[in-house]
């Protein structure tokens, strides 16, 4: 059931859902349906070579996981933007907790809704932060 | 990084919404929505990486000729004016947005560079995606 974006009130906090564990397949078909094949994504010595532990998801796959999120939570004809700043590389094995917290109201804006999104991993590390714009209309 | 390409843009180029791409990016990133709030077939609200990244990628390797051992993806935004629907027939241009040079929050000079695609049904904007990138080194 998608929640009723004119609801929403300034300082509600909201859970939009988890995502992972991330796994390397789940990486690797990301890349083969973007034609994103980058070696930081898909090469582990490449990525070694760049510092990383092993290889790391595609920002975007995380920005994915969002934009789902929001999908479900309040469907697709109110969304109408979405910024996902990349704080944090994710890694295969990495669990993603999406939290938003609701902006305070811009009285030229009545009908918009401005969410604060935080990506959290499970040592709550912060792998990304967004501000999704929703319209009431 | 060439800081002369700023402004270089692809040619408009089209392509078709396929259900069967749709499933895959579905899959890739775990998009459970199928329908929008009107019944529609729609694509997930971040499909647009399946349809800009060749011509994206030919900006970054051929263009601006990218360091991805120095690079990260830093945001990446959409904005929607329409939704994407399957089977629908779209118009895009992509283009190096803008390069510039400026100081980190560390005190760092970075190269900021943002990648823009436009996609149109016809002649009607249906979003804007762009990725902020940074050189690190």
């Known amino acids: 059931m998608n929640t009723n974006v004119e609801n929403l009130r300034a300082g509600a906090q909201l859970f939009l859902g988890e995502k992972g564990p991330v796994t390397r397949v789940q990486i690797a078909r990301f890349a083969g349906a973007t034609l994103d094949f980058n070696p930081v994504h898909v090469d582990e010595p490449f990525a070694q070579t760049a510092g990383m532990p092993s290889v790391i998801a595609h920002g975007p796959l995380l920005a994915g996981f969002l934009a789902g999120l929001l999908e479900e939570q309040f469907g ?9 700043r990349l704080t944090a590389p994710v890694f295969p094995g990495d669990v993603l907790r999406f939290s938003a917290t609701v902006a305070d109201l811009d009285p030229q804006e009545p ?7 935080k990506a959290l991993k499970a040592d709550e590390t912060q792998a990304a932060l967004a501000t999704v714009h929703l319209s009431c209309s | 990084m060439n800081s002369t390409a700023k402004g270089v843009c692809s040619p408009r180029y089209s392509f078709v919404v396929e259900s069967n791409k749709v ?9 459970a ?11 997930p609200l971040s499909y647009v990486f399946v349809s800009n990244v060749p011509y994206g990628s030919y900006l970054l390797d051929e263009v601006v000729q990218l360091d991805y051992s120095k690079t990260l993806l830093g945001t990446v935004e959409w904005e929607y004016y329409a939704p994407v629907l399957v089977g629908d027939v779209l118009e895009g241009v992509t283009s190096v947005a ?3 040079q400026r100081q980190s929050k560390e005190g760092r000079m970075r190269t900021f ?7 149109y049904r016809k ?3 249906v979003l804007v995606n762009r990725a902020l990138f940074v050189e690190t080194a």
């Open chain 2, 123 to 125: 002649e009607s904007l």
């Open chain 2, 33 to 43: 929505t199928e329908k929008d709030e009107r019944g529609r077939d729609v694509a």
């Open chain 2, 23 to 31: 499933a895959e990016y579905r899959a890739a990133v775990g998009s």
């Open chain 1, 76 to 84: 697709f004809d109110v969304v109408r933007k979405i910024s996902c």
């Open chain 2, 98 to 100: 803008d390069i510039e």
């Open chain 1, 111 to 117: 009908d918009l809704r401005v969410l604060q999104v």
């Open chain 2, 113 to 119: 560079l943002t990648i823009e695609t436009k996609l």
